[in-house]
């Protein structure tokens, strides 16, 4: 940094007017690397961001920017000339190898790119969108500052219509992130790596892009699709798609939904109604979603010149008693869980995944051991204050808006393990009711993990490396089954084997960390007996206690953490896949067995 610095005083002695150029962007080797390192390009994440609210008019921004630290929190008011200092990859993480930089520690950035506006968009509004800034973002454009945001998980969107002239326009965007000297929501990166804490990210980590839509625009579209209406009734005559369809001026404009069969093209059902308020219409005998049969149908909205695609699943999530035990339903039926805690790290990209391929490789992984889930974990770790708390539940409720016309999407978590977990009051009853008036179309598991006090529609229960799943007894700090919730094994397993220094993070800090894994085997013959004896206690478990689904730890191994499917890499899969798939079989056969549907 201070190099920089001095070579810019230099510079500005020599030729007052002329532009230093940025160092060149390098993809710098990461500590590991994964077979999709070499293929991120600087085009990266072609696709549109934003498949469930999607025009044609788009343009994405994603590709070389320029980069340069920032002197502190008051250079905000200070936004520098560009190019800035050294050219960056975007999205990324700075830490990362993918973004170039990658350096750690940096708390305050500047980046900056140009843009034009395609001139067939003119007359018309333009947006700037930001899928995912962590953690707060100051953005500026030709000089004026036009918005602000924190949240390092959500998207923001920004009308720029009014600062954008015709040719070059200059981006500069100001990056706070404290990382975990703050009590904020940042999931499991730490400036103190730890076993199972691990680098942290900062930055724009995912896609920008611009937008073209007329002057009332569709904003937000919430949508859910059920096998009936409420979830209750089983007969799957007729269902429905619910929803609010948002528009900018927040007042009841004509609009037109068409549900699609994608199979075929053939429009299935239309319906006329007004935006901003709830609508519900009928679909005759649609074909339902299910982990077995993804089945997706591709709706169309519009509303004046406004015309954006979307698509959604017909499914219906619920709570009920199976043959004496509480159980999630799907379309009205049990339906067991299994897959695996992912952290959703890579060695070269951090939150990033290298490529849409990579986190394609992933999900192909679970399926291919025949699993039909997959967690994410998002929490923190310090107790918060009283604003830090009132700023944690605001992030949740944008995240759930954001994420709730997923119909992957089968329940929130609202607390991981006690992180962050207030337990002089109990929050997570306060804040359960209210994610669920946002969301009354799905499952809430208020506490995974640890110090559960009664609220939400699980009980459920971590423990290392043996299962004790839906069980009348459990080990502390988690408290034994109760029946009137369902049970539930949010994380067992994190059996660990050593795999080839060549598979491995590099980082000795991390290395030092490794026998901290729960259960560390020597050699692969009992890494695999140990694998298959766990996977048969959890199917004894679900024969004979109220076990309802299971995450196994986990995906990949992260750093230290040598416990994954996958290595850190993805080069080798740890585990046995015909002894998986064979045991994977054997729990959905137990839990068929239990609620008669074998
Ligand atoms: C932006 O425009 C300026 C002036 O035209 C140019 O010097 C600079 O290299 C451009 N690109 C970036 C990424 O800053
Ligand atoms: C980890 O445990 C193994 C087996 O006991 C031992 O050989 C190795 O030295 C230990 N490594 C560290 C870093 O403590
Ligand atoms: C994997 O599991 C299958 C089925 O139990 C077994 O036949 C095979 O020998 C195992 N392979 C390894 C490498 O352990």
Redo the contacts with the bound molecule.
């Keep these: 940094m201070i190099g920089i610095l001095h070579l810019s005083l230099l510079m500005g002695a020599l030729c007052l007017a002329s532009v230093q150029a940025a160092a060149p962007y390098r993809l710098l080797a990461p500590p590991l690397d994964t077979p999709w390192t070499s293929k991120v390009g600087t085009k990266p994440w072609p696709q549109h961001p934003r498949p469930q609210l999607r025009r044609d008019a788009w343009k994405s921004l994603n590709g070389i920017w320029t980069y340069q630290p920032a002197r502190g929190a008051d250079d905000v008011a200070n936004p520098p000339q560009l190019p800035l200092g050294q050219e960056v990859l975007i999205p990324s993480c700075i830490e990362s190898g993918i973004s170039g930089i990658m350096t750690m520690g940096v708390t305050h950035m500047w980046f900056g790119t140009n843009f034009t506006v395609p001139s067939c968009w003119d007359g018309r509004r333009v947006l700037l969108n930001f899928e995912a800034v962590d953690y707060e973002a100051t953005v500026y454009v030709n000089g004026a500052e036009i918005g602000f945001n924190r949240g390092g998980y959500s998207r923001f969107s920004l009308d720029i219509t009014e600062n954008i002239k015709q040719g070059v326009n200059e981006l500069l965007v100001f990056v706070f992130d404290p990382t975990d000297d703050e009590s904020i929501p940042v999931g499991k990166q730490t400036k103190r790596l730890s076993h199972i804490f691990y680098t942290p990210c900062s930055g724009i980590w995912q896609t920008v892009w611009l937008e073209n839509v007329p002057n009332n625009f569709i904003t937000q579209l919430d949508l859910t699709a059920d096998m009936d209406g409420n979830g209750r009734s089983f007969t799957l005559i007729t269902a429905w798609v619910a929803g609010i369809v948002h528009s900018r001026y927040k007042t009841a404009t004509p609009v037109e939904i068409s549900v699609i069969a994608d199979t075929d093209g053939n429009m299935v059902s239309v319906h006329k109604h007004a935006s901003d308020q709830p609508f519900k219409f009928n679909v005759p005998s649609p074909k339902l979603w299910s982990p077995d049969s993804p089945t997706l149908y591709t709706i169309t909205v519009s509303m004046g010149s406004d015309q954006v695609n979307s698509y959604t699943g017909f499914r219906s999530i619920s709570s009920g008693v199976v043959d004496g035990i509480q159980r999630p339903l799907l379309n009205g039926e049990f339906i067991f869980m299994f897959g695996p805690l992912d952290q959703g790290y890579w060695p070269d990209g951090l939150h990033t995944p290298p490529t849409p391929e990579a986190m394609v490789y992933d999900l192909e992984v679970i399926k291919g051991l025949g699993m039909n889930m997959d967690m994410p974990s998002l929490g923190i770790w310090k107790t918060p204050s009283e604003a830090e708390q009132a700023e944690f539940e605001r992030q949740l409720e944008v995240m759930v808006n954001e994420h709730k016309s997923y119909t992957g999407i089968v329940s929130w978590v609202i607390y991981n393990e006690g992180w962050g977990q207030i337990t002089k009051y109990h929050p997570e009853f306060a804040i359960t009711e209210r994610i669920r008036e946002l969301d009354p179309t799905r499952l809430i598991n208020a506490v995974t993990g640890w110090y559960d006090h009664g609220a939400g529609d699980f009980l459920d229960n971590h423990h290392y490396a043996e299962p004790q799943c839906g069980t009348p007894w459990s080990s502390l700090p988690s408290s034994p089954h109760d029946p009137s919730r369902i049970g539930f094994q949010g994380e067992f397993g994190g059996i660990g084997l050593r795999p080839a220094d060549e598979n491995l993070w590099p980082l000795q800090a991390a290395r030092d960390t490794i026998n901290q894994t729960y259960e560390m085997h020597t050699g ?2 009992s890494y ?1 007996y140990r694998a ?1 004896v766990l996977l048969d206690l959890l199917r004894q478990q679900v024969e004979r206690f109220a076990c309802s689904g299971a995450v196994y730890t986990q995906m990949s191994d992260v750093e230290g953490e040598v416990n994954g499917l996958v290595t850190y890499d993805r080069r080798v899969v740890r585990v ?4 998986w798939r ?1 045991d994977v079989r054997a729990l959905y056969a137990a839990a068929e067995a239990r609620a008669g549907t074998a």
């Design positions: 692969a013959a695999h298959h046995n896949v015909t002894q064979q």
